[in-house]
């Protein structure tokens, strides 16, 4: 009777622990690898979303092939860097930045997302003229436009003329000594 109680156990605990075993766990099917440097492999599902859909074949091809030549290129950079920065404090500023440069773009995304979801971008003309009205101070000009563009519109008119002057004595220098003329 024990061991029939113990088999049945043994059984029970089989078939809980059986499928936590990765040997029985189906494996994430990998595309073929297209390209290979060193120990990293591109993957045919890695460029899936590159081509736009509706291009043609010969479009497709030139921009995997100048991706796949670029992504070669930047492993092949990457592993003699890798092979020439040995030192550990250069490793350890690198994650360090990396690890600032993730927080930064994790705090950009969420900003963005909340900015999105709650500005109201909607601003009404009454609003605009209220702003306008209540800050009016603050919109004043320290120098005045007209005035600011009929001074720069005046000295590039003159760098023009001068320009020009120069060109047409270079020009009347090389007629004068007949750079122009056709040998035969």
Same mark, same amino acid.
């Given at each position: 009777?024990?061991?029939?109680? #113990?088999?049945?156990?043994?059984?029970?605990? &089989?078939?809980?622990? +059986?499928?936590?075993?990765?040997?029985?766990? /189906? /494996?994430?099917?990998?595309?073929?690898? &297209? +390209?290979?440097? #060193?120990?990293?492999?591109?993957?045919?599902?890695?460029?899936?979303?590159?081509?736009?859909?509706?291009?043609? +074949?010969?479009?497709?091809?030139?921009?995997?092939?100048? #991706?796949?030549?670029?992504?070669?290129?930047?492993?092949? #950079?990457?592993?003699?860097?890798? %092979? !020439?920065?040995?030192? %550990?404090?250069?490793?350890?500023?690198?994650?360090?930045?990396?690890?600032?440069?993730?927080?930064?773009?994790?705090?950009? +995304?969420?900003?963005?997302?909340?900015?999105?979801?709650?500005?109201?971008?909607?601003?009404?003309?009454?609003?605009?003229?209220?702003?306008? !009205?209540?800050?009016?101070?603050? &919109? /004043?000009?320290?120098?005045?436009?007209?005035?600011?563009?009929?001074?720069?519109?005046?000295? !590039?008119?003159?760098?023009?003329?001068?320009?020009?002057?120069?060109? !047409?004595?270079?020009?009347?220098?090389?007629?004068?000594?007949?750079?122009?003329?056709?040998?035969?």
């Amino acid at each position: 009777m024990n061991s029939r109680i #113990f088999g049945l156990l043994f059984i029970i605990l &089989l078939i809980i622990i +059986a499928p936590s075993c990765s040997y029985f766990k /189906k /494996k994430d099917i990998i595309s073929p690898p &297209l +390209a290979r440097v #060193f120990e990293t492999y591109l993957y045919k599902n890695d460029i899936e979303d590159l081509v736009p859909p509706g291009s043609s +074949a010969e479009d497709s091809v030139i921009l995997v092939k100048s #991706f796949i030549d670029a992504w070669v290129k930047k492993q092949l #950079f990457l592993n003699k860097a890798d %092979e !020439n920065l040995f030192d %550990e404090q250069i490793y350890r500023k690198i994650e360090n930045q990396m690890e600032d440069y993730r927080a930064s773009l994790i705090i950009y +995304a969420y900003e963005s997302e909340l900015i999105r979801q709650k500005l109201d971008t909607f601003v009404s003309g009454s609003d605009i003229e209220k702003y306008y !009205n209540e800050h009016l101070s603050l &919109l /004043k000009l320290k120098d005045d436009i007209l005035k600011e563009n009929l001074k720069n519109s005046i000295l !590039n008119k003159r760098k023009n003329e001068i320009v020009r002057t120069a060109e !047409n004595k270079v020009y009347q220098n090389a007629i004068d000594k007949n750079f122009f003329e056709i040998y035969e």
